[in-house]
């Protein structure tokens, strides 16, 4: 009897609803500059969610992920930048002689309609360069490097256009969102707490997504994409789904990323930042909704903790961590967890069969 | 399934700890490293953070050590900290030693807003001197107004600024590119190709030179971008043999300058036949390059390794002895380390660290600086400075061929050139 209150008390809704709470109780006793930084990389957690929907359940690696996140960035950036300006044009327009503010930027001068566009856009890009890839059943590497070239397609076409986009410097120097003084203390503690909830509420509808018959598909295609096909599903309309839920997801992101940085740059959307995304996934653990935010809270941390501690040499710091993860758990964080308690469960004497997991 | 939920709670557990962990790191400001920081927090948990603590002042250095702009602002740094510990063994400021707090910026503009951040809010530094690119610059500033913070921004750029918590202690366009233009139409002849990287400083200092020229009534005959980092400039030499200019303005920055002057040369095009002016190319970057490629093409600077002052007869010496004989010092190598000098004079004068009594006191302030007595203008906060039009040697130094009288007031708007009046009225805010 006392088993099962043990049991309920430490069933996994409870901890979640306890982390999460946590989470929202942090800025009661954390500096406004370490809640910013809490507040960056659960940023980050949703963008790797995201990433997890199609890597860790669908089996599709995208190198990519960087484009969706940027220009989900740069709608809210460019709202931004219109209200900071005040009406006149941004100044790096007029250093590249533009007299008049060119028509892509104007429905961004409405804050919901930036944000609603910061999901829309990239989602419909993904939708756009899912439908076409998947329909003609590019997988696996192929796809991989598609998405990688892509990267480079776009910060390339964001440098270039320095009058639309501000060029290497990207878009800084926001005053205001809805009246709010976007940098003052009180606004970054409303932007980390907007950013906790909706941490929690991707996390609880993925959660909800791929917990039904929904997720054993996904799953079923991520092991065997031509069974499934044999089966009467169609893999490429979920991939292209994922795909674009995933992209509308790491948009989402951007979003809450610019408003507690205050800038974005084509350097955070090119080809490494991409592949750091990967990392988090792969470093908290693939398949599995809490691993991501795990790896991307605790690799950003990482790199924050060792770059002030160790400014000249924290970039070796970093590799090591990545090299150890890698070689001695490949699996991720949330795989050594899962390895310690299957193997008790061995020696209890299991009646479940172990399925081996493969991931393309 | 019960264990797998252990894990969860372990995580839990975790995040309490790293939070709390956090918060009171904060609340021990002395501590530099993490073992520092445990014994503080123990031994005085609730101590109030005051702007200097006990004997030292801290103030932040952040320049990317890593990246692709490591190569150029690792050796500000090092000029930076050098004026630290020169200052330091002179007695320090007010009394009290400086103690420096390194940061990275990674080459990466929300980096340099992170760590600015980090250096505001958590150590409370006095100052920060750092940033290279304008980029990294613009990242920062709305950091260091809404903190009130102090930045000391060491390289030459594109004026159109005056923030009032920024010391600009390299040259405003005034100071390099308007008296090169100048000496330019005076000594190598009227008709001009303008070439550069594709970012701010290039598109803003050229749209200056359009006007300038315009105004002289000389000839622009091209006008040309590459993006940052390319290397192929074929087509760019033959537009340039085909208008055959008297002088190439050069605002190309980094690795783009070792492809262009090479291929320049390889189109048997020398400095006799067409004179390149850099303003981004400095002692640095000519071992970069190779001397033989660039000797006889010109620069725009405040301040070479060969300036013949007492001041950098020392500074040179100091550096080398620090940090190697190969080591060239450069100018913004040099305005890294007189902003130090500035700043801890300024600070002397206002008995205090406190950064509005700073920066009132800081006006007027003056220093023997290796390249000549420098000045800070207390109404845009940029410091007067001597401008030197140089010539590359084949060793790899920059020989002098025309300084300013004296040394030139800033002025980063170009108020003072009726030409210029359209341009600052369309760029600033």
Partial sequence: MQNTIYQKLLSRRVIFSLIFLLLLAAPLFMSDFRLNLLGKFLAFAILAIGLDLLWGYTGVLSLGHGIFFGIGAYCMAMYLKLEATGGTLPDFMAWSGMSELPLIWLPFQYPIIAILLGILIPAVVALFIGYLTFRNRISGVYFTILSQALVLVVVTLFVGSQNLTGGTSGLTNFKTLFGFQVNSASTQTAFYLITVVVLGLVFFACRKLIKGRFGKILVGIRDGENRMRFLGYNPSAYKTFIYTLSGGIAGLAGMLFVLQVGIISPTMIGIIPSIEMVLWVALGGRGTLIGPIIGAVLVNAAKTGFSESYPDIWTYFLGLLFVLVVVFLPKGITGLFEKWSDRRKKQDVSSSVEVEKSYS | ?429
């Fill in chain 2, 1 to 429: 399934m019960r264990k797998r939920n252990f894990f969860y709670l372990l995580i839990l557990g975790l995040l309490a700890i790293f939070m709390v962990a956090c918060s009171a790191a904060d609340n021990a400001v002395n501590a530099t490293d993490p073992e520092e920081a445990e014994e503080t927090e123990t031994t005085e948990e609730s101590e109030s953070n005051e702007e200097t603590n006990g004997d030292t002042i801290k103030v932040g250095v952040l320049h990317s050590l890593s990246g692709t702009m490591a190569i150029s602002e690792t050796s500000v740094q090092q000029a930076e900290l050098l004026a630290i510990e020169e200052i330091n063994e002179n007695g320090g400021v007010l009394g009290k030693q400086l103690e420096p707090v390194v940061e990275d910026g990674a080459s990466d503009w929300p980096t340099f807003a992170e760590k600015a951040n980090k250096l505001l809010q958590q150590d409370e530094v006095a100052t920060i001197f750092g940033g290279w690119t304008s980029a990294s610059r613009k990242a920062m500033l709305p950091v260091v107004e809404e903190h009130n913070g102090l930045l000391f921004y060491p390289v030459q750029y594109e004026g159109m600024e005056d923030s009032p918590n920024i010391f600009y202690t390299g040259a405003a366009p005034n100071q390099q590119i308007v008296p090169a233009v100048d000496w330019l139409l005076e000594n190598r002849g009227d008709s001009f190709f303008l070439l550069g990287s594709d970012y701010v400083f290039p598109r803003t200092a050229n749209a200056a030179i359009r006007a300038q020229l315009d105004n002289e009534g000389a000839e622009l005959v091209g006008e040309e971008y590459t993006p940052l980092g390319h290397t192929d400039y074929n087509t760019v030499i033959a537009k340039i043999r085909n208008e055959n200019p008297d002088v190439i303005f050069n605002t190309l920055n980094g690795d783009s300058n070792v492809a262009f002057f090479k291929q320049l040369q390889d189109a048997g095009i020398t400095s006799d036949d067409i004179t390149v002016l850099s303003v981004s190319v400095a002692e640095e970057e000519i071992k970069g390059i190779g001397a033989d490629v660039i000797e006889g093409h010109l620069t725009s600077w405040n301040y070479y390794q060969t300036t013949d002052t007492p001041e950098n007869e020392e500074f040179v010496a100091n550096y080398q002895a620090k940090y190697g004989e190969d080591e060239v010092t450069a100018d913004p190598i040099e305005a890294g380390y007189f902003g130090v000098y500035l700043w801890a004079k300024a600070v002397e004068e206002a008995g205090t660290t406190d950064v509005d009594e700073v920066r009132e006191a800081a006006k007027g302030i003056s220093f023997d600086a290796p390249n000549g007595t420098v000045t800070i203008d207390g109404d845009n906060q940029h410091v007067y400075k001597t401008v030197r039009i140089g010539e590359v040697q084949s060793g790899g130094m920059i020989s002098e061929l025309w300084h300013s009288e004296e040394p030139v007031k800033p002025d980063p708007y170009l108020d003072e050139y009726d030409w210029a009046s359209d341009l600052s009225e369309s760029l600033a805010e």
